[in-house]
T-cell receptor, first 111, second 114 residues
Framework: EDQVTQSPEALRLQEGESSSLNCSYT??????LFWYRQDPGKGPEFLFT???AGEEKEKERLKATLTKKESFLHITAPKPEDSATYLC????????????FGKGTHLIIQP | SAVISQKPSRDICQRGTSLTIQCQVD?????MFWYRQQPGQSLTLIAT?????????ESGFVIDKFPISRPNLTFSTLTVSNMSPEDSSIYLC???????????FGPGTRLTVL
């Protein structure tokens, strides 16, 4: 069965304190791994898509990396506006449509 | 990326009634999806809505409870029927192409059932 597990569930950092969020996945035939940011009361906002092990993508203070079993979202020198829930998702195995989401990491950056 | 709007943005409904949620996209898209996000939880796919064919429902979701329409390539509706308090959730539509392509999400509809 497809599975996406994110850790930690919650993370509180001081402004400027770098850290990483983890997303481990189990799916037959990975067709992409997606990172989203979700602010309270809003829909998920797309951040990155990674397709193959070793791939990296960056956007401002965020960098996403991918291995054969997990993905990391690295946050460098975060600011309070980076506070949000970060979700990762994969398309299900077997060629089905839609996305299977992890439960997310709730990130709080304190000034 | 596509601009997606949903109506209503929120609603409070009585038990036993039905609510239809609209999803409008500013460009033609092949696939539209409906997700549910229960309080404090992540997103769960309800169904895939393709234009010109019946929606495909995920395990645990049935057409009688969540009928879906997809009359054209820019619009879809999800109806939550015979509601109970357990249906209180955020309902989100998303759009994408087939396979592993990126999905973009609407702002969501926050439903509270009393």
């Amino acid at each position: 069965e497809d599975q996406v597990t994110q850790s930690p569930e919650a993370l509180r950092l001081q402004e400027g304190e770098s850290s990483s969020l983890n997303c481990s996945y189990t799916v037959s035939g990975l067709r992409g791994l997606f990172w989203y940011r979700q602010d309270p009361g809003k829909g998920p906002e797309f951040l990155f898509t990674l397709y193959s092990a070793g791939e990296e993508k960056e956007k401002e203070r965020l960098k996403a990396t991918l291995t054969k079993k997990e993905s990391f979202l690295h946050i460098t020198a975060p600011k309070p506006e980076d506070s949000a829930t970060y979700l990762c998702a994969v398309p299900p195995g077997g060629g089905a449509d839609g996305l299977t989401f992890g439960k997310g990491t709730h990130l709080i950056i304190q000034p | 990326s596509a601009v997606i709007s949903q109506k209503p943005s929120r609603d409070i409904c009585q038990r036993g009634t039905s609510l239809t949620i609209q999803c409008q996209v500013d460009s033609q898209v092949t696939m539209m999806f409906w997700y549910r996000q229960q309080p404090g939880q992540s997103l769960t796919l309800i169904a895939t809505a393709n234009q010109g064919s019946e929606a495909t429902y995920e395990s645990g979701f049935v057409i009688d409870k969540f009928p879906i329409s997809r009359p054209n390539l820019t619009f879809s509706t999800l109806t939550v029927s015979n509601m109970s308090p357990e249906d209180s959730s955020i309902y989100l539509c998303s759009v994408g192409e087939a396979g592993g392509d990126t999905q973009y999400f609407g702002p969501g509809t926050r439903l509270t059932v009393l």
